[in-house]
């Protein structure tokens, strides 16, 4: 699943590049949802608890101008895609300092603009979307694992910690946490650094000998004996991503 923050303080201009966006890939039979934000400030609330694989940036905006908010998503996310537009060809040299894949100016031109959403698809190189389907008492849950910021197990349940600060608690499981997290550690992306813990890496803002800190402000904690394994797989993961 592409997740795509469009961000800009003109109504109308949001609204625009939503349609082309929502085009583009409808077209191209993607599978994404599309999150719209008329304030920097909005889209920085959202990224501390929410991943985004694209960010189409407006770059004169009030307060702080998308370039700051480029840098900012730097800090914490070097892979993911950002796109400026803007009327104003003076940042253009700015903005590179944030990698971006593309400066478009206003007013935008659609085709320009989604041969470049299609070269940053093709950059991101998605894999297929992994779903797990979790029994609960009100019925059965599909999850995506790019939504999974962690679980938690406790009393023969599982908790389920996603994005957009939602939770899933399952029903009573049979087996053990062991065998009920084998689908899930099949995918690189999770760890399990404590045996009541499994963890999305994706999320991850840093760590200590102690926890892992996500960008949500969420910590897991990682058994003492554990740390130097757990530790190298997170290192390797990273490492992998970064040549990806």
Same mark, same amino acid.
């Given at each position: 699943?592409?997740? =795509?923050?469009?961000?800009?303080?003109?109504?109308?201009?949001?609204?625009? #590049?939503h349609?082309?966006?929502?085009?583009?890939?409808?077209?191209?039979? =993607?599978?994404?949802?599309?999150?719209?934000?008329?304030?920097?400030? @909005?889209?920085?609330r959202?990224?501390?608890?929410?991943?985004?694989?694209?960010?189409?940036? @407006?770059?004169?905006? !009030?307060? #702080?101008?998308?370039?700051?908010?480029?840098?900012?998503?730097?800090?914490y996310d070097q892979?993911?895609?950002?796109? +400026?537009?803007?009327?104003?060809?003076?940042?253009?040299l700015?903005?590179?300092?944030?990698? !971006?894949?593309?400066?478009?100016?206003?007013?935008? @031109?659609?085709?320009?603009?989604?041969?470049? %959403?299609s070269?940053?698809?093709? $950059?991101?190189n998605?894999?297929?979307?992994? #779903?797990?389907?979790? $029994?609960?008492?009100?019925?059965?849950?599909?999850?995506?694992?790019?939504?999974?910021?962690?679980?938690?197990?406790?009393s023969?349940?599982?908790?389920?910690?996603?994005?957009?600060?939602?939770?899933?608690?399952s029903?009573?499981?049979?087996?053990?946490?062991?065998?009920? %997290?084998?689908?899930?550690?099949?995918?690189?992306?999770?760890?399990? !650094?404590?045996?009541?813990?499994l963890l999305?890496?994706?999320? #991850?803002?840093?760590?200590?000998?102690?926890?892992?800190?996500?960008?949500?402000?969420?910590?897991?904690?990682?058994?003492?004996?554990? +740390?130097?394994?757990?530790? @190298?797989?997170?290192?390797?993961?990273l490492?992998t $991503?970064?040549?990806?």
């Amino acid at each position: 699943m592409l997740e =795509i923050a469009i961000c800009d303080d003109e109504p109308s201009q949001l609204a625009l #590049i939503h349609s082309y966006t929502t085009q583009f890939v409808q077209e191209q039979s =993607i599978q994404a949802t599309i999150h719209q934000f008329l304030h920097p400030d @909005d889209l920085l609330r959202s990224c501390e608890k929410q991943r985004y694989h694209l960010y189409i940036l @407006d770059i004169v905006m !009030p307060m #702080i101008n998308g370039v700051e908010v480029g840098r900012t998503i730097r800090q914490y996310d070097q892979f993911a895609v950002i796109l +400026y537009t803007t009327s104003e060809p003076t940042f253009a040299l700015q903005s590179f300092s944030t990698n !971006p894949i593309n400066y478009l100016l206003k007013p935008i @031109d659609r085709q320009q603009f989604q041969s470049t %959403l299609s070269l940053s698809v093709a $950059k991101l190189n998605l894999p297929e979307e992994s #779903i797990c389907t979790v $029994k609960t008492h009100e019925g059965l849950q599909v999850i995506r694992f790019s939504e999974i910021l962690y679980c938690e197990y406790s009393s023969h349940t599982v908790l389920f910690t996603l994005t957009e600060e939602r939770k899933v608690v399952s029903k009573a499981m049979q087996g053990t946490f062991t065998q009920y %997290l084998a689908y899930f550690l099949q995918d690189k992306r999770f760890i399990r !650094p404590h045996a009541s813990f499994l963890l999305n890496m994706d999320y #991850i803002e840093r760590f200590t000998k102690t926890h892992f800190i996500l960008r949500s402000g969420h910590s897991v904690p990682i058994v003492t004996k554990k +740390y130097g394994a757990v530790r @190298d797989q997170y290192m390797d993961y990273l490492s992998t $991503k970064r040549k990806g």
